[in-house]
């Protein structure tokens, strides 16, 4: 029986796509750099920020570190309004919280973000842990998050779920030996998540519920 659910951020807690898409952009039109089609920043979100730029612009060594600076430094200004929760978090969140399970965080993004952007939000009380990009010695897919959220919170791989809308997500969720949980309403659709064989797929975080 499940104790615990970690959750990915990005694309599945909250909708950040268009303000990520609009500070990627900013940042290249700011560094001079050529345009990227909306679609191929799309498929690099739960990567670190590093790679985004890596995957997507093809940017290593100084130009990416000076690309991932300026990225920070806009997101505030022009990404942060465009961020919204999903339908049926705020529900969802709260049930689990009621039943006794142990709610965390564990995302590509930095922890200075994701405190910032989870109290924006109001859903920071809910998690016991928030843990981002800085806090583990290697992002995703590698399961160091999501192993030193287990260790923080004494739990058990086996009394855990890891929820996330990406492959990536999913990976670190079963490296780590979790069970996990693809979403289809965020950045990957439901056949890509399934190459990672994931014990649930939900189309509202809602359905989460009903399953564990």
């Given at each position: 029986m499940a104790k615990a659910v970690f959750f990915d951020f990005d694309g599945t807690l909250a909708d950040t796509t268009a303000g990520i898409v609009a500070t990627f952009k900013a940042t290249l039109k700011e560094l001079g750099l050529p345009e990227v089609e909306d679609d191929a920043v799309i498929r690099t979100i739960g990567l670190p920020l590093t790679g985004n730029f890596r995957v997507a612009?093809?940017?290593?060594?100084?130009e990416n570190e000076r690309a991932c600076a300026?990225?920070?430094?806009l997101f505030p200004e022009v990404g942060t309004g465009k961020i919204v929760l999903y339908d049926g978090v705020?529900?969802?969140l709260r049930i689990l919280k009621d039943r006794g399970y142990i709610l965390a965080v564990a995302s590509s993004r930095?922890?200075?973000?994701?405190?910032?952007?989870?109290?924006?939000?109001?859903?920071?009380d809910?998690?016991?842990?928030i843990y981002g990009v800085d806090c583990a010695p290697r992002p995703k897919p590698a399961p160091?998050?999501?192993?030193?959220?287990?260790d923080v919170l004494g739990l058990a791989a086996e009394d855990t779920i890891v929820v996330g809308d990406t492959v990536f997500d999913l990976q670190m969720g079963h490296?780590?030996?979790?069970?996990?949980?693809?979403?289809?309403?965020?950045?990957?659709?439901?056949?890509?998540?399934?190459?990672?064989?994931?014990?649930?797929?939900?189309?509202?975080?809602?359905?989460?519920?009903?399953?564990?």
């Open positions: 612009c093809g940017l290593e060594g100084e300026t990225y920070r430094r705020m529900d969802t930095h922890l200075k973000s994701l405190v910032s952007l989870s109290e924006m939000l109001g859903i920071k809910f998690f016991s842990e160091d998050t999501v192993l030193g959220l287990l490296a780590a030996g979790c069970r996990v949980c693809g979403v289809t309403y965020g950045n990957q659709q439901r056949e890509q998540l399934a190459t990672e064989s994931p014990e649930f797929i939900v189309d509202n975080l809602r359905n989460l519920t009903q399953l564990i």
